[in-house]
């Protein structure tokens, strides 16, 4: 009986770590889905943007992997090392935010671009903390890393449009 409460706990700090996660993407979308169709955004729109609905199913996937990884790093760290934790992943988390609010939110693809590089150096760092712990957590931030690495070509180009548009 108490191995399964012991479980019981491990699944329901899984359950809260993607929690965590799934709610970025529940606030951050509150200034994104709007903001796609913006005006402002459609002038400055690169090209080679992938089609609206790849955004959801990636995001999707991505929030899974960081809420796996969250957990993981967790539940096998100890003491101590649980700050950095809480400081890196939360670093993360709070400028993946701000990425939707200054972006979409405030029509400002230069703050973005700012911020998403400080994303990109984020995710990299979550990467550093979880290899400590748990190799499996860091790994499967990868593909973080590198839709942030597109979403930031993808700012990248935006900014240069709104710059020949002025």
Known sequence: MRKKTKENKRYGLLVICLLITYSLGIFGG??????????????????ITPPGWMFGVVWNILFLLMGISLWLVWKSSYGSYKKWIVIVYG?????????????????????GFVDIIIVGLSVIGMMVVAWRVS????????????????????????????????
Do not use: D, H
């Open 30 to 47: 509150l200034f994104t889905s709007s903001g796609v169709q913006s005006e402002w955004y459609m002038k400055i729109k690169p090209e």
């Open 91 to 111: 670093i993360n988390f709070l400028t993946n935010f701000l990425w939707n609010v200054f972006f979409f939110g405030q029509n400002n693809a230069l703050l």
């Open 135 to 166: 190799r499996k957590a860091s790994w499967i931030l990868l593909p973080y890393l590198i839709w942030i690495i597109i979403a930031g070509w993808l700012n990248w180009q935006s900014l240069v449009n709104f710059y020949a548009l002025a």
